[in-house]
Structure formats: C-alpha cells, structure tokens
C-alpha cells in the first residue's frame, strides 16, 4: 500500500491535467466527454459510482475497499494491528482499564458475568476508610440514667419514661392555690364554658393534660414527645403531677396505654386549647399505633373560657399571658414554643438530655396553671343548697318551710354555713364566722367571710369584693363572666355578678353588661337607668338607638325617643329616617288625643 502522501501528489497532477483539457461539444451529438473520463473510459469500463474518482481507483486497485469504520488512515492503522475492541474499550484509558480487569460492578467486555454490588456496610467501610477515621455507634439515650428527672417502668409493650411529683398541700401558681380545684363548682364551669355535660362532672376526678410534640403542624407526621399529665390524690388530698417522655420515636404505646387507663379513671378533660390540638392529635396517635381511640369524658377547653372572661382586658389570651395578667406569676428562663421542637431533635440527634430541662420545667408550669385556673373560674358564687338550690343560677332559695307569706316581704334566712345570701343580687355577706381551708396545713378554720384571702396565710383580709366566684378577677373580667353566663341562661347569676362588677369600677363596660341583663330580665326601669348613665360618661351610637328603642315601645315617650334620635345611632340613613317619621306621627296622635282641660262655670 503507498503512502497517503504519495496518492495526494498523484490526484494533484491529475487535476493540472484536467484544468489543461478544454470541453469541447458538436453540434446533434451528445457533450463531449471530459478529459478524466476519457481516460477512464480508455482504461476499461468504468467502476461503481463509489470510485469514480481517482482516490477511488487507485484505493480499488490495492486491494478491497475496508468497511466505513475504517476510512481514515487511523482506522486503517488500527484495523492493520488487530481487530478492533468493543464500544467500552474504543479509548485508550478504556483499552488499558481492559487489560487490568473487569472494573467492580461493571459487566466484563468479554461477556463475562457482573459481579455482585457492593452492601451498604462494604460502601460504609470505604467511605471510613477514605476518610480515615469512624466513629463508634452510639448508645441509646437513657433518661432515667442523665440528669433528667425521670425513671423507667418496664411494661409488656417496652419501656415507659416517667417522672410523678406530689404537689404541696399550700402549693398555688402567683396567687391562685391549687387546692380551690378541689372544690370547684362544676354547674360555675359548665355555665362559663356553654357545655351542659361539664355541670354533672365531679372536678375531683378532672384530668389535666398538656403536650409537647414535634410540631405545630398536626397530622400524622406530629408526634406527642412530652404528654404531661395532672390529677386529684385522694388518699393523699394533693395533687399529682405525671410527665411521659418519648426516649425515641417508635415507643409511644406504653405512654398511649397509660394514658388511656387515666383517662378510663377521669370524669373530664381539662385542657388549654386541647380542643383543637392536643386531643386530636393523641387521637391521630392512637390511630397510627394500631391501638384502638379510649372513649373520652366530657371536655373542658379553658381557652374559650379565658377569651370570654378576659377579651375586654387583655390583647392576647395564651397561657402566659394569663398566668402572668390573672394569676400574677411571670416566668423566668421558659423556653419558647418554637425552640421546643429543636431541643427534642438536638436530644434525638446526640442523646443530650440536658436539651430537655427547659421543655420538662415548661411543661410543668402549663398542668400547674391549669389547676390553678379550673380553681379560679370553678368558685361557687353565693350559696347552693344540695336540695333547695336553683341548679339554673346556683344561688340559695329559701325553702317552703321557712319561707315568709306571701303577704309579708321574704326575710333574709341565714346559710346553715353562717352566711346571710342577698336572694335580690345572690351575694354572699359575713354574719358569723365559718370555717375556711388553712392552705398550709389543709385544716380548717374561722374566718371571715366575704373577704378575700389573702394567699400567704390562708386568711381573708380587708376587702369589698364577695367571696366565691370573682374574687381574684378584675371587674373587667366579672363583666366577661356576666355576658358569659347570660349567654348560658343563667340571668339571675349573671345580674348579681355585673351588679358586682360595676361597683368595683367596671366602669362603662360593666354598666353596659348590667344594663343589657336587666333587659334581658324584662326590668326596663333599671335598664333605662343604666343606659342613661353610660350616655353622661361616653357618646355611644349604640346605646342611643337601645334608648330610643326602650322610650318608643316600652315607656311610650315619643318625644324623648325622638330627642335621643337626634344624638345619631347606628342604624342606615334609610332605616334613621323611617323611626323618625314614624316617632313625629305618634308624637302628633298623642298630642291630638290629649283632652282639654274642661272649664268649670263661674260661681254666682
């Protein structure tokens, strides 16, 4: 074979040679034949279309033509040397890799049977190995071995993480004692929390309960890492206070069994906001667990009894703010909600149970505070007597063996406890001493009633405020009680209660709840006086139109109604101006009815 060089010079002559040729043509003949064509027509018949050039001949003469993979001169070369590798070893790296080996984990180029792929544990050694070092596995954390204040039960379903403290018996949260718990009024909480079902609950039996979990999400990905638990000893007349930690996801049942067994022994559920977060999420949990939902005792959501009693008072109604504004204690060092879920992952990740302490602590002041409240708001107000008592307002009625004819005034009859109840406003006032609670030593003994206690020693001082039910609020807050138990029915209550709150300077706010149930009670004469009285303190649209209302249909003064009109309400310009024509009609057809005054004849 020659060179390639040696053929390009031979086609570069060929073409002077075709350059030097002229075409030449005849008239009714067919085109002359070109130079190069005439010599390949000399030379014999022509080839196939592939060679008609002269690279083609001279290539054809030297031997067969190679296949298209190798037209070039390195295809040759490398066709000339062997046969030519497959489509893995095309490169030379590919080529030598192929003289080494089969690579791992890749089939043989020779057909030869892949070997098998690494494990995870193989990729897991090679990767410690490139990096020089691994590190041992670490144990699983132990909260009952760290500095967290749990211990471990051993239960048929794995271990449960534990930790139960006994509250003391003078134990309170700011001012609030944890003991009036105890002695709440279920027929107070079923009124301020407009459920019928709590009024038949024995607060004994309450459990309180509050979580801790991953999220604030919900659903199936939330998981409960911290339930905390509360309840009533009755052997011991304390309370009790029971944290269940997850030490690892995964072993949940033995904390959702001890739970259910809780609440099988629980009369209601007292939570804050449980309503809408923790209850259904520990029922979710239930449910992923494959273990059947408990049946659940009637709830109590102190979250909606907090926004009706305090909305007036305070911007925001979340447990801290109400421990902090209701119950006077700040708390020092919590952890924030949005840091909870980091600490758990950080004890997840490194088994550092120091992370916890700070959701521990916040968990327990929430159950804590939640007693404290259930107290606060369960007060009884006035006297309720088992058999005579009025269950729809809770206040004493005299009993028909005592009771005074029907023609003389009801007389005052004194409580069996030593109190006189004001059957007109249902306020309790002192008489005789009665024993009280020490909330020291848990004995009783004399005190004073229809004072408040004074929290420190267990004795009422110098007060204005009737015992029961109010005692620790704010008279803005006695007036959310009030418009809480009218909207409950309860109107005999709710009157005593803004009556109270109005003289504890509930100012325009309680005067306008007083005057709405005195209207709702049918007293007209005592609602007018309290509207009146808030149109001299403030300019209120609304109460103008009440006014004007209560003058038309109930007191028949059409001029007043008219004059109260003219001061603006907040009815439509259409609306304001039928009631006006209407008023000035009726003010005509009275004045037209009212008969002249008759002359008397003269005297002879």
């Known amino acids: 074979m020659r060179s390639l060089r040696q053929k390009l010079a031979d086609l570069s002559s060929t073409g002077a040679g075709l350059r030097r040729d002229p075409v030449r043509t005849t008239t009714g003949s067919r085109p002359a034949i070109p130079a190069m064509d005439r010599r ?28 298209h993979e190798a037209e070039s001169d390195m295809d040759r070369r490398l066709a000339a040397d062997g046969p030519a590798q497959d489509d893995e070893a095309e490169s030379d790296m590919d080529r030598r890799l192929a003289a080494d080996g089969p690579a791992p984990g890749r089939r043989d180029p020779r057909g030869a049977a892949a070997t098998s792929k690494p494990s995870l544990e193989e990729l897991r050694a090679r990767i410690a190995a490139l990096v020089g070092h691994r590190d041992p596995p670490r144990p699983r954390p132990d909260p009952s071995a760290g500095e967290l204040p749990f211990f471990v039960e051993r239960t048929a379903s794995g271990p449960l993480y ?3 403290v006994r509250a003391a018996p003078a134990g309170r949260v700011g001012r609030a004692p944890l003991v009036a718990a105890r002695d709440a009024d279920p027929v107070t909480l079923g009124l301020l929390a407009l459920d019928p079902a709590l009024s038949t609950c024995d607060p004994r039996r309450a459990l309180y309960l509050d979580t801790e979990t991953t999220g604030l999400a919900g659903g199936t990905g939330t998981v409960a890492f911290l339930v905390g638990l509360a309840f009533f000893d009755e052997a011991h007349q304390t309370f009790v206070l029971e944290q ?7 072993e949940e049942a033995p904390i959702l069994e001890l739970l259910e067994r809780r609440l099988a022994d629980a009369s209601m559920i007292v939570t804050y906001n449980g309503k809408s977060f923790d209850v259904p999420l520990l029922r979710t949990r239930f449910v992923m667990n494959r273990m059947k939902r408990p049946a659940e005792p009637p709830h109590l ?24 504004e209701v119950l006077g204690r700040e708390r020092v060092g919590d952890i924030s909600g949005m840091d909870i879920v980091e600490a758990y992952a950080h004890f997840l990740r490194t088994g550092d149970d120091g992370a916890l302490h700070g959701v521990v602590t916040h968990n327990e002041h929430d159950v804590l505070a939640m007693v404290a409240l259930l107290g606060l708001y369960g007060e009884p107000f006035g006297t309720l007597d088992p058999v005579e008592g009025d269950i729809g307002t809770g206040l004493r009625r005299p009993s028909p063996a005592s009771a005074a004819p029907e023609s003389e005034p009801p007389v005052r009859q004194p409580a069996p406890s030593g109190l006189e109840v004001d059957f ?14 020490d909330f020291d030593t848990g004995v009783r003994r004399a005190v004073t009633v229809g004072l408040d206690v004074d929290f420190d020693t ?10 029961g039910l109010g005692a620790g609020l704010a008279a803005a807050d006695l007036a959310g009680v009030a418009r809480t138990l009218q909207r409950a029915g309860a109107l005999s209550r709710a009157g005593a209660l803004a009556g109270e709150a109005v003289r504890a ?14 209207r709702a009670r049918g007293d007209t004469a005592a609602a007018l006086r309290e509207y009146e009285a808030i149109l001299v303190e403030v300019s ?27 001061g603006g309400t907040t009815e439509t310009d259409e609306a304001t101006t039928r009631r006006r024509a209407r008023l000035e009609r009726k003010v005509a057809s009275a004045s037209s009815r009212r008969p002249a005054k008759a002359r008397r004849p003269a005297k002879p």
């Open 40 to 67: 390949l027509a000399a030379d014999g018949p022509a080839p196939d279309h592939e060679a008609e050039n002269d690279m083609d001949r001279r290539l054809a003469a030297d031997g067969p033509a190679p296949d």
């Open 162 to 164: 534990v930790r139960r």
């Open 244 to 250: 269940l930690l997850l030490r690892r996801l995964g």
């Open 301 to 324: 959501d102190l979250l909606h009894v907090a926004r009706r009693v305090h909305r007036h008072r305070l911007t925001t109604c979340t447990l801290s703010s109400i421990e902090s």
């Open 424 to 437: 007109d406003t249902g306020v309790r006032r002192a008489s005789t001493p009665r024993l009280d609670a």
């Open 458 to 467: 267990g004795v009422r001082p110098t007060a204005n405020r009737p015992c």
């Open 505 to 518: 300077g509930g100012g325009v706010l309680a005067r306008r709840v007083s005057a709405d149930i005195h």
């Open 540 to 566: 209120d649209p609304e109460v103008r139109l009440v006014l004007a209302k209560l003058y038309e249909h109930r007191e028949r003064a059409f001029e007043r109604a008219l004059a109260v009109l003219e």
